[in-house]
């Protein structure tokens, strides 16, 4: 008999018709490799240096199993460029019609997708059971007008060591579409929960002018009756800009959470994002955070820092939150621009080490 796995290499230098999924004798494509695994397999790719993955059988993946997907040597070794465009739209995955118990992606980059219909670019998760992304690279280069990152709809997902970074929502390109968490969107209405955890979300946008949607995120959206946990993770330098016809919203450079979410951040930083509105000087609100107190909106701080957020709002206050239907807001033992009723909480510069070199750690 033929080699059998459980272990499947794919190569971009390797072929589907002469090899059989051996290290020695690798696929080509990570959709053949998927084909040949059984249940609970592993599919490894080998590292791709200069040649990425990329065409046809590497993009709108979709697993109908429970598999690791994995890159040897981590995400600085291998990368899925899925190589899309506006003529030629594609997630990188797209993980729905399955109800997943333990699919895990892990140790990959992936970059340049393009969403088909706006929601989701580099991978996009619907209704999909319990999905774990590990020390992985989001970006740069996906494009969606919800979650260009990670979309994450009706699902449990452990985001965990992962940096999700330059991805962007130029609303000229989503015509009809509200701009919601550039890096990351969740939207859980099941009791689901998402945990983020030892992660990076930094330097995504939101881009549009004239008569051009709405925008609510630019790190991150979270929507839904379900909770969400930052841990140990910082959001920083992402940024909504809207520029031409008034009327229309820029809120939450940090991110977004509305219409019942519990979200917590717990020894997490929320730094130096901007919500910017220059067609109107009521508008732009919310540097750090949109906060939308519908059927029981709620955030809660534990040792955070939420520092150097702007707005071009003329409301000093809203350089930080900015919130509509009151939301309960819980903050304890953290350091925030603006001062924050809680148990020890301070209004004082963190002094990070090197902050211009995105060097957080404190410099004490």
Not at 15 to 24: C, E, H, K, L, Y
Not at 51 to 77: E, H, R, T
Not at 171 to 189: C, E, K, M, R
Not at 303 to 315: F, L, P, R
Request: contains cysteine.
């Amino acid at each position: 008999p033929g080699y059998t796995g459980p272990a499947w290499y794919v190569s971009s230098s390797g072929n589907n018709s002469t090899g059989d999924g051996s290290s020695s004798a690798p696929f080509a494509t990570l959709d053949y490799a998927i084909g040949e695994a059984a249940e609970n397999d592993t599919i490894k790719l080998k590292p791709t240096r200069s040649n990425p993955f990329s065409g046809y059988g590497n993009y709108n993946i979709n697993p109908q199993k429970d598999l690791v997907i994995m890159g040897i040597g981590g995400s600085d070794s291998v990368t899925i460029n899925v190589g899309a465009s506006s003529n030629y739209r594609y997630y990188g995955f797209h993980l729905y019609n399955y109800t997943y118990t333990s699919l895990e992606i892990k140790g990959v980059t992936i970059v340049n997708a393009f969403s088909p219909d706006g929601n989701g670019g580099a991978i996009k998760i619907q209704s999909a059971g319990t999905v774990e992304i590990e020390d992985c690279v989001i970006g740069p280069g996906n494009k969606a007008a919800s979650g260009a990152g990670i979309y994450i709809n009706d699902t449990d997902v452990n985001v965990s060591g992962t940096t999700i970074k330059g991805n962007t929502a130029p609303a000229s390109y989503f015509s009809g579409n509200n701009i919601y968490g550039v890096g990351l969107y969740i939207n859980n209405n099941n009791s689901n929960t998402v945990n983020i955890t030892n992660c990076v979300i930094r330097g995504n946008s939101g881009m549009a002018s004239g008569p051009q949607n709405n925008m609510y995120g630019g790190g991150f959206y979270a929507s839904g009756s379900s909770t969400t946990n930052f841990i140990n993770t910082i959001i920083f330098n992402n940024d909504l800009s809207r520029s031409g016809t008034q009327g229309w919203w820029s809120r939450g450079g940090g991110g977004a959470v509305t219409n019942g979410a519990q979200v917590y951040f717990v020894h997490t930083n929320i730094l130096n994002n901007n919500a910017e509105n220059t067609s109107s000087a009521t508008d732009g609100r919310g540097g750090a955070l949109w906060l939308d107190g519908q059927n029981g909106t709620s955030v809660y701080f534990l040792n955070s820092i939420i520092w150097g957020n702007t707005a071009s709002t003329s409301d000093a206050s809203e350089q930080m939150f900015a919130s509509e239907n009151f939301p309960n807001i819980v903050m304890n033992y953290s350091d925030a621009q603006v001062v924050t009723s809680g148990t020890d909480n301070l209004n004082e510069d963190p002094e990070f080490a090197n902050e211009d070199n995105n060097n957080y750690a404190l410099s004490l």
